[in-house]
């Protein structure tokens, strides 16, 4: 009867291990952002991720329904009018610079709402 507990001794602590991992494994907390969009801008103009980080972005339309457009990420969003804002989570891409711009009309100078979102390697001291 011994090995039989051994066995499950042993089968245990192989679980323990793999829920001990799958729980330490995402290391990397979220990098939550507040956006803001109104006319004619975001706010922050320029959004500052790390390559590989968890990032949740929390965006606000103060003033009508804007659009929030990473073209290179094909990352697409629409963000109503509301007190209520829209949430999107992502994996930051590789380091580089990549535009955003807004995707739904919003008045004259819509094509000028633009803001980038700047991704930097991450550095030896982020770990
Ligand atoms: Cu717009």
Known sequence: MGWILGLLLRMATFIA????????APALPVHEIQVEARKFAFEPAVIMVT????VRLVIHARDTT???????????LEIPR????VTAEFTAPPPGRYEI???????RGHRHMKA????????PSNH
């Open 17 to 24: 291990a793999v829920i001990w991992s799958a729980a330490i």
């Open 101 to 107: 711009a807004c995707s739904e009309f919003c008045g």
């Open 116 to 123: 980038v979102l700047v991704s930097v390697a991450a550095g």
């Open 66 to 76: 804007h659009g929030f457009s990473i073209k290179e990420l094909n990352f697409h």
């Open 51 to 54: 390559a590989g980080e968890p």
């Open 82 to 85: 509301s007190s209520e804002a």
